[in-house]
């Protein structure tokens, strides 16, 4: 991996790591992102390899990719239930709580997570944080709430920004909602923010995932750590 980037570099042997988790008959939750794109390769190359899996996509974008790598897809209406999840986070702290969502995928991200006996994430160093919130905090929306969901955001104390494509448009996710990124400084209770989120009529989802990680493998440098809540 001559001339690349420290991260990716973490980001490719934290994926490769993942995959070798992964069992003959496996089915597996595709995430999404630039960390689980490299388990997502890997994955392909097992395929091609032999390895006999399905695979349950976390997102349109990594459908096609996996699709592009020869990896037989199925469904949650065909499998409820699955083996294993591997998925990046934009944060992690000590306890494997996380906020995911910055690529847009969070919904169906969550909706896998816990259908899953184990969700691996994979993460580059930058990613682990004592405290969640650095990184805003995705909210998934209806556009009929968002005026709604946004007051009550910010009576919260945080400040909520629509997400908007590059020509200025709403950015809309792959089930037609939209997405508030919600800047609440230092989440010092995780759980509790989560639950008045879930409780509030209008929000689709939101990205703080707590007690769904079984295991994260965090890139050093060329080493990779791994990480038990």
Excluded: W
Excluded at 167 to 176: A, E, K, Q, R
């Amino acid at each position: 991996m001559a001339n690349v980037p420290e991260k990716e570099q973490e980001k490719e042997a934290v994926g490769r790591a993942a995959a070798k988790l992964v069992r003959d008959g496996d089915i597996v939750g595709l995430g999404s992102g630039s960390t689980a794109y490299f388990a997502v390769v890997a994955l392909g190359e097992r395929v091609k390899a032999g390895l006999k899996i399905v695979g349950i996509p976390t997102s349109v974008q990594t459908a096609g990719l996996a699709r592009q790598l020869g990896i037989p897809l199925t469904t949650l209406d065909e499998h409820p239930e699955i083996d294993i999840t591997i998925d990046g986070a934009d944060e992690v702290d000590p306890q494997l709580r996380l906020i995911k969502g910055g690529g847009g995928a969070l919904l169906r991200e969550k909706v896998i997570a816990a259908a899953s006996k184990k969700m691996v994430v994979v993460a580059d160093s930058s990613k682990v944080v004592p405290v969640l919130g650095k990184f805003p905090l995705p909210v998934e929306v209806i556009s009929f709430a968002r005026t709604v969901v946004e007051k009550k955001i910010v009576s919260l104390g945080a400040s909520p920004k629509l997400r908007a494509k590059p020509d200025g448009s709403p950015f809309i996710t792959d089930n037609s909602n939209q997405i508030l990124d919600c800047s609440f400084g230092k989440i010092t209770d995780p759980a509790a923010l989560a639950l008045i989120l879930s409780d509030t009529p209008g929000i689709v989802e939101h990205g703080l995932f707590i007690g769904l990680a079984s295991i994260a493998l965090v890139g050093h440098g060329d080493r990779v750590e791994e990480l038990r809540p």
